[in-house]
């Protein structure tokens, strides 16, 4: 209890926030230009194997984010504090080491795999698939990466759990939506209300 207590203030007091703010603009202003179409990723392998490499990738995302969501939350919460700490240390080695490069990857490879039909704004499922993803990456996939790789907290498992467990609960369902409305049903809510508000598109 009073772990957590002084753990807040000393995170208020971060004098690298506004550094790692800018960070997280940066990285979420760079991933939008091929929304907007300003940007678009030639494929230098072959359709099969970018198709294999994306396709494997979020595999690998999708288990990681059920698995910790679940997984993880229920460990620190309940047991020892010994053992919450080597939880967050198996999630800190998970969020580097798997979420870090499939988030880039999937994406990445997506993308590369709709330029051969016109860019994302021409494939309003893939579109939403991207914008689900990028919103994803915005509350919670670059926060966490970011807070795990500085690992200030290291030594108490419980810091923030509350807003961690909120942010992943809203990644999944954003997976679920990519992965079930997207890509399985090739839905598309949010593509032409929202290019056609910008003018890149004709709205709905």
């Known amino acids: 209890m009073n ?7 000393a995170a208020e007091a971060d004098p690298q926030r506004y550094f790692w703010y800018g960070v997280w603009v940066l990285v979420m202003t760079v991933s939008a230009l091929p929304m907007l179409g300003l940007v678009t990723i030639p ?3 072959g359709y099969t194997a970018t198709l294999v490499v994306h396709e494997l990738s ?13 997984w993880s939350l229920l460990i620190r919460k309940t047991q020892p504090v010994e053992v919450g700490i080597w939880a967050r240390a198996l999630l800190r080695k998970l969020c580097l080491g798997v979420t870090a490069p499939t988030a880039v990857t999937t994406p990445l490879f997506g993308v590369m795999l709709i ?10 499922w893939a579109w939403d698939a991207y914008f689900a993803f990028w919103l994803m990456a915005g509350f919670s996939v ?17 810091h923030g759990m509350m807003s961690g467990g909120i ?5 999944l369902v954003a997976t679920l939506y990519i992965l079930l409305y997207c890509m399985i049903a090739r839905g598309s809510l949010f593509h032409g209300p929202i290019l056609g508000a910008l003018g890149i598109v004709n709205g709905p």
Do not use: C, E, K
């Open 58 to 70: 979020a595999f690998l995302y999708f288990g990681h984010t059920f698995f910790s969501n679940i």
């Open 142 to 158: 670059v926060p966490d990466v970011i807070r795990y790789a500085r690992n200030r907290n290291a030594g108490n498992p419980m």
């Open 3 to 9: 772990q957590t207590a002084t753990a807040s203030p």
């Open 43 to 45: 494929r230098f392998m």
């Open 167 to 171: 942010r992943g609960m809203l990644a």
């Open 115 to 124: 330029d051969d039909w016109g860019g994302l704004t021409n494939v309003p």
